[in-house]
Nanobody, 120 residues
Framework: QVQLVESGGGLVQPGGSLRLSCAASGSIFRIYDMGWYRQAPGKERELVATLTRGGTTSYADSVKGRFTISRDDSKRSVYLETNSLKPEDTAVYYC??????????????WGQGTQVTVSS
């Protein structure tokens, strides 16, 4: 089994910053794409940012220029640096990873989510 555990969420004032972290553990042979998604109350889950194993990034238009995704494969981790936060960034943020396990089965995994609240 593979587990993803997020951390770093919290309450921040508009204009503030947070650094979200996600660490993968378990029977991991290789991690491919990693990313962050978010879900606000009453809305569908949406993509925030993704990062391929080769280093290609993709961002939602709403976060371009404010958020930065990065990864450290030696730590099996992905990060999301969030800056200039706005109230509309308030959501539960989920880590996602495409992982091949040691049994060579590839699956899409999700973390449990971390709450980000932007409010004065």
């Amino acid at each position: 089994q593979v587990q993803l555990v997020e951390s770093g969420g919290g309450l921040v004032q508009p204009g503030g910053s947070l650094r979200l972290s996600c660490a993968a553990s378990g029977s991991i042979f290789r991690i491919y794409d990693m990313g962050w998604y978010r879900q606000a109350p009453g809305k569908e889950r949406e993509l925030v940012a993704t990062l391929t194993r080769g280093g290609t990034t993709s961002y939602a238009d709403s976060v371009k220029g404010r958020f930065t995704i990065s990864r450290d494969d030696s730590k099996r981790s992905v990060y999301l640096e969030t800056n200039s936060l706005k109230p509309e960034d308030t959501a539960v943020y989920y880590c996602n990873a495409v992982v091949t396990a040691w049994n060579r089965q590839q699956d899409n995994y999700w973390g449990q989510g971390t709450q980000v609240t932007v409010s004065s």
